[in-house]
């Protein structure tokens, strides 16, 4: 069963517009969940999580239990946040990833 | 700096050829993955280990397996290539972060194309 679901595969905003990257899970106990972006040519990285409740380079994201939602989030985009953005979960020392998202930022 | 470094960035290999794909992290970490990255799939777990000589089964093992004889080094392999692997390969490995959680380091990957 799919862990992680991420509907967008494509999303286009405009510079400084806000976006958000959807990212929907199927958990039943306390998730573990993380927001990886890979930049064009540049490996996978971690940009947040939310246990540590932190903001990355403008991006925040909330997990909503209710909705079963970790969404990612910046008020503002900018041209250099164009990238694929993963959303993950971890259940152990086991990580399911998303189908993730290309999100493209229009000058 | 925790690195993950991976032997190719880029391979080609024949339909039939058995392939070795390296990844190698110098910090330590007890787990390490293999995934293959599809455009529109994201990323599917082929392989994971926890320990040295143990492995276990991702979501899509078929026609691959795996050896980590050392606790630096995963090899995966490809036992008979096949056109439907071509693909970018991630290595990963991960540690114990906090209390329950892990954080995963990824290569570089390895772009296979088999013809």
């Known amino acids: 069963a799919q862990r992680v679901t991420q509907p967008e595969k494509l999303l286009s905003v405009f510079k400084g517009a806000p976006v958000e990257l959807k990212c929907n899970y199927s958990y039943s106990g306390s998730p573990e969940l993380f927001w990886y972006v890979q930049y064009s040519r540049q490996r996978l990285q971690l940009l947040l999580r939310?246990?540590s409740r932190e903001s990355i380079k403008g991006f925040t994201a909330d997990l909503n239990k209710g909705e079963t939602s970790f969404h990612l989030k910046k008020p503002f985009a900018q041209e250099e946040d164009s990238a694929m953005y993963y959303c993950?979960?971890?259940?152990?020392?086991?990580?399911?990833f998303g189908t993730g998202t290309s999100l493209t930022v229009i000058p | 700096d925790v690195k993950v470094t991976q032997s190719s960035r880029y391979l080609v290999k024949r339909t039939g050829e058995k392939v070795f794909l390296e990844c190698v992290q110098d910090?330590?970490?007890?787990?390490m993955f293999w995934y293959r990255q599809d455009p529109g799939l994201g990323l599917r777990l082929i392989y994971f280990?926890?320990?040295?000589?143990?492995?276990e089964k991702g979501d899509i093992p078929e026609g691959y397996s795996v050896s980590r004889e050392k606790k630096e080094r995963f090899s995966l392999i490809l036992e008979s290539a096949s056109t439907n692997q071509t693909s970018m390969y991630l290595c990963?490995?991960?540690?114990?972060?906090?209390?329950?959680?892990?954080?995963?380091?990824f290569g570089p990957g390895t772009r296979l194309t088999v013809t």
């Open positions: 993950a979960l971890s259940e152990g020392n086991q990580f399911y």
């Open positions: 280990s926890y320990d040295v000589k143990m492995k």
């Open positions: 990963a490995s991960s540690y114990l972060a906090g209390e329950l959680w892990y954080e995963q380091y």
């Open positions: 939310h246990i």
């Open positions: 910090m330590d970490h007890e787990n």
